[in-house]
């Protein structure tokens, strides 16, 4: 993939770097911030997930009707600091890659993502950073 831009957003979150790491691959934590009521008007159809290196995802929610599958493999685990996978949205068929970064400040952490966006997505760019603002914030809310 080349890499034109990515899609930022960090936040500080109080709490432990392991607890966070798991919110971003266990399947129910996933369920409470990254996708369902808490987050947007949609419902969750199935979370799966096999978190480890070269294990794929699929978390298939519903809006509007219509069946999404947010969908990827991970291309490297390492906790709890560093997760990196293939994120992409079916029936879309477009693939980015994201990177999570979690970096421990005093008695919490400050949780990075940067989304891998291709030159024909640069455009998407302002959309993704604020919905990962938007998905950090109710992580923060589902750890507290």
Known sequence: ?????????????????????????????????????????????????????????????????????HAGQYLEVDRPRRLSFTWGVRPLDAESRVHVAIVPRGKGCEVTVAQDLSAEWADFKPKGEEAWRRMLEALDRALQ
């Open 1 to 69: 993939m080349n890499v034109a831009t990515q899609a930022v957003a960090k936040r500080r979150i109080e709490a432990c770097a392991e607890r966070l790491f798991d919110a971003w691959i266990e399947p129910a934590m996933v369920g409470t911030w990254m996708f369902g009521p808490n987050v947007r008007d949609e419902e969750i159809v199935s979370l799966d997930a096999d978190p480890r290196l070269g294990g794929r995802y699929s978390f298939v929610v519903r809006r509007e009707g219509k069946l999404f599958d």
